[in-house]
T-cell receptor, first 113, second 113 residues
């Protein structure tokens, strides 16, 4: 069964610093990849997605991610974070055309002033 | 507002009871997915319906069942509730993962006492 590994459960950073949230998946077949953000007491909101084409994907709120097939990774980056980016971030994968999304355990990003 | 509506937002009930969670998908979406989010298990896929028919099943207990009605709204029924069933239950809808992933509702927080 496919799996998604988010290597860091918690990432603290200072405001205006860059951040990278790591995500690796296990699959040798075609995948669709997603990052979602969950603010406290809210549902999950789609940040960005990779379906095909360019491996560098830009999303909302200044986030971007790069699909690396050889390393089976889809790391999320932002060059300068804000206090309002404090939230939990989930990486998700759909494998081989499956309609089911498998989610990682999540990474809690805390942006400190 | 994501367009996916879940009711109720909060539910407190006693062990052994039965509850029904309701979800109205985004307009035009035929697929509905149910996920359970808990601190120890993360986001776990429960079940998917597509246009009224069960399409995929995940880690759903036999005490749990779901259905999708002709108007495409879905209900998740949880019976013989146990303390461990306390969690956030999310509904999501989609026109197809290959066309952009899921849209999530804001969830129902179930507390079993």
């Amino acid at each position: 069964a496919q799996s998604v590994t988010q290597l860091d459960s918690q990432v603290p950073v200072f405001e205006e610093a860059p951040v990278e949230l790591r995500c690796n998946y296990s699959s040798s077949v075609s995948v669709y990849l997603f990052w979602y953000v969950q603010y406290p007491n809210q549902g999950l909101q789609l940040l960005l997605k990779y379906l095909s084409g360019s491996t560098l994907v830009k999303g909302i709120n200044g986030f971007e991610a790069e699909f690396n097939k050889s390393q089976t990774s889809f790391h999320l980056r932002k060059p300068s974070v804000h206090i309002s980016d404090t939230a939990e971030y989930f990486c998700a994968v759909s494998v081989g055309g499956s309609e089911k999304l498998v989610f990682g355990k999540g990474t809690k990003l805390t942006v400190n002033p | 507002d994501s367009g996916v509506t879940q009711t109720p937002k909060h539910l407190i009930t006693a062990t052994g009871q039965r509850v029904t969670l309701r979800c109205s998908p985004r307009s035009g979406d035929l697929s509905v997915y149910w996920y359970q989010q808990s601190l120890d298990q993360g986001l776990q896929f429960l079940i998917q319906y597509y246009n009224g028919e069960e399409r995929a099943k995940g880690n759903i207990l036999e005490r749990f069942s779901a259905q999708q009605f002709p108007d495409l709204h879905s209900e998740l029924n949880l019976s013989s509730l146990e303390l461990g069933d306390s969690a956030l239950y999310f509904c999501a809808s989609s026109v197809g993962v290959s066309r952009g992933g899921y849209t999530f509702g804001s969830g129902t927080r179930l507390t079993v006492v």
